[in-house]
Every structure is written in structure tokens, then in C-alpha cells.
């Protein structure tokens, strides 16, 4: 498997991803259908996946091809919705989490994906990986559909951490922007800190810190700094890249689902208020479809851990088969630009005017 992943790196062979098969609310089933729709797709995917073997190797039997693709790791231990990150930190050893991520920590696959408990696979991710040279706080970035070209914005912290000071949100300006070059091919990205207000006056006393670090460093960094951003700016077309901390980012990304979802409800209620409205319905058909796939968080699923030593891509828990192949696409993605090593030298050498990440 070392061999395939040397392959990868050198750009002419299959690309090598370590996959946690339990810990998803819909369990080993769906990741192994999200694999076969996955390697259905692109032929260059390899993968190491961990769990029960004798459960794995019935489920992948069923699905025609996939066994020439994945390699089986037996773990038979798994980690919970309910784990505390301590207790799994202290006891998580033979769990498929840490048998996923052992498999980056040896260099036999590029980047990791698992459904499971996020606070459980960032302790195990910080322990394991341990994180990159110069980051205090590692953090959770997510692509957030919006009104600009690209289609989506970076928005992070979403949740790996509740603090940051100054000096953190300036490391997640500088993470966001090298995820925003390599995952949305932005050459200049543009970046905001999330505020209460765009006026440089208002927000707490770190905010105001961070504010003047993030400039001075915009342009040595190659990226435009707008200042501060309000929540409606989020899925707008002021800035490419939101800063903020793990507290207000997790409320903000748990707003912006539960009102998707809301809006959804409603106008599925809406239509089928009469049989105008069913009618009204059939002939939008095509355009309501469009909005269904732009809006539908399977399709964008996957928040990304950055400052580690290693790429951990987090599907949500409740992912089924195309959600889990959406985390799959996004880990590829990742490995073909070789997004690890370009972050760690961003972080490294944050201040060099003519380094290209």
C-alpha cells in the first residue's frame, strides 16, 4: 500500500485514503455504499478501511468491483456519539478512529475521513498527528454555499475549538487562505472577520487585535483583508474566506442548516397547499431540482481539519451514501493538490512575499 501512495505523490497512480467505517449514525453500510458510488466515479481512488472485517468484507461483497480497491484493517472497537474526547483519548486505541488515523500518521494514505464523534477524532487527531509546527489551535474550516463565483466561502472555525485569541484567528486567516487557493483555486483570496458590526470600532478587544495582525500580513501572504464581516456577509460576495472562533462559527454553521432545513419544509408545505399550488409545482420541477442539489448539505459534506501533521476530512455523522462519496470527493481533491504540505508551509513561512500555496 506504501508503494500506491508513493504512486499518488508522484501524481501517475491511485490516490490512497483512510476511511473509518463506524461511528455514522447510518453505520458501516452506507460508508461502504458511499465508497463504491465514490470509486464508481474515479477509478484513481484506493482505500484502507477500518472496522469489524468479517462485517466489512459481507458489505463490500455486495458490492460488485469494490473489493479490487479497498484494503480491510480489522478494528473492533469503534467510537460513539456519546465518547467523551478524554475518555476516548485515554482508551481509544484499537478503535477503527485510531486505526484511520495511524494509517496517515505511517504515511499509508494521504488524507482521512470519518464519520464519527468530532470531538473524539480531533482529541485523537491532535494526539496522533500531533499538530503543525507554530499552530496553537488546530481548526475546523467548512465550505459555506454562497453568491460568489466559486460557488462556496471558507468559514472557519466551526467547532474545533470554543477560544481563540489574536494571534489564533490570524493562523485560521492564513489556513482559510490556503484552503480557499487549493480547494476553490482562488489565486487572491479575500478574507473577513466575522463581527458584530463592519465598523472598526465595535467587537471585543481581541477582535480589534486580530483586525491589525490580519492586515499587516495581507500582503506579504498574497490575500486581500476586508476587514470586519457581519453574519449576512457568510454566504455573500464581500469576502472568499470568514474568520472567526470555534464558538460563534459552531452556532453560525447549526443556524444555517436548521434554516435550510426550515425553508425547505416550508416550501414543500407551500406547494402542497392546493392543487394550483401541486401544479405550480410540476412546472417549477426543473428549477426547484437545481435548487435542491445547490442548497443540499450531502453534497458539500465535509469540514476540514488544518494544523496537523496530516489532512482529516469530517463527514457528518448523519451522512448517508452520497454524503459519505461527497467527504470521499473532497478528500481527493485535497490529496491531488497536495493541500498537507502546502498548509505547512504556509504556516512555516507565513511571512515570505514570494511563497505560491
Not at 505523490?9 to 458501516?28: E, F, K, Q, Y
Not at 451522512?319 to 504556509?346: H, I, N, P, S
Request: glycine share 12%; net charge neutral.
Amino acid at each position: 500500500m506504501t508503494s500506491l501512495q508513493e504512486n499518488a505523490d508522484a501524481g501517475n497512480g491511485p490516490v490512497v485514503l483512510s476511511i473509518d467505517a463506524m461511528g455514522g449514525d447510518l453505520g458501516p453500510s452506507a460508508v461502504v455504499a458511499g465508497l463504491a458510488k465514490a470509486a464508481g466515479e474515479n477509478p484513481r481512488l484506493r482505500f484502507i478501511l477500518h472496522g469489524p472485517k468479517d462485517e466489512l468484507e459481507r458489505l463490500i461483497a455486495k458490492r460488485r468491483g469494490l473489493e479490487k480497491v479497498v484494503e480491510i484493517r480489522d478494528a473492533e472497537g469503534f467510537v460513539t456519539m456519546e465518547d467523551k474526547p478524554s475518555q476516548v483519548m485515554r482508551q481509544g486505541k484499537g478503535t477503527s478512529m485510531w486505526s484511520t488515523l495511524e494509517s496517515i500518521r505511517e504515511g499509508e494514505a494521504t488524507v482521512a475521513v470519518s464519520c464519527g464523534n468530532t470531538g473524539a477524532l480531533m482529541a485523537l487527531s491532535m494526539v496522533r498527528l500531533r499538530k503543525m509546527p507554530g499552530i496553537n489551535r488546530p481548526a475546523i474550516a467548512i465550505l459555506w454555499p454562497s453568491r460568489n463565483p466559486q460557488g462556496f466561502n471558507v468559514m472557519l472555525d466551526v467547532g474545533a475549538d470554543i477560544r481563540a485569541d489574536a494571534s489564533d484567528l490570524l493562523q485560521y486567516a492564513l489556513m482559510g487562505v490556503s484552503y480557499a487557493r487549493n480547494g476553490l483555486g482562488l489565486t487572491r483570496p479575500r478574507v473577513g472577520l466575522l463581527n458584530v458590526g463592519v465598523e472598526e470600532h465595535k467587537g471585543r478587544a481581541e477582535l480589534k487585535e486580530a483586525h491589525e495582525l490580519i492586515r499587516v500580513q495581507a500582503d506579504q501572504a498574497k490575500f486581500d483583508f476586508v476587514g470586519f464581516v457581519e453574519g449576512g456577509d457568510i454566504p455573500g460576495t464581500r469576502c472568499d474566506v470568514v474568520v472567526t472562533d470555534g464558538f460563534t462559527g459552531n452556532i453560525a454553521l447549526k443556524t444555517g442548516e436548521g434554516t435550510a432545513k426550515l425553508v425547505g419544509d416550508l416550501l414543500r408545505d407551500a406547494f402542497a397547499y392546493s392543487l394550483l399550488s401541486r401544479l405550480a409545482s410540476l412546472l417549477a420541477l426543473t428549477s426547484l431540482r437545481r435548487l435542491k442539489q445547490r442548497i443540499d448539505p450531502r453534497r458539500v459534506n465535509g469540514g476540514v481539519f488544518l494544523g496537523l501533521n496530516g489532512t482529516v476530512v469530517k463527514s457528518h455523522g448523519s451522512a448517508d451514501a452520497t454524503g459519505v462519496a461527497a467527504a470521499v470527493k473532497l478528500a481527493y481533491e485535497l490529496a491531488q493538490t497536495r493541500f498537507g504540505d502546502k498548509l505547512a508551509a504556509r504556516v512555516a513561512s507565513a511571512v515570505t512575499p514570494d511563497h505560491d500555496d
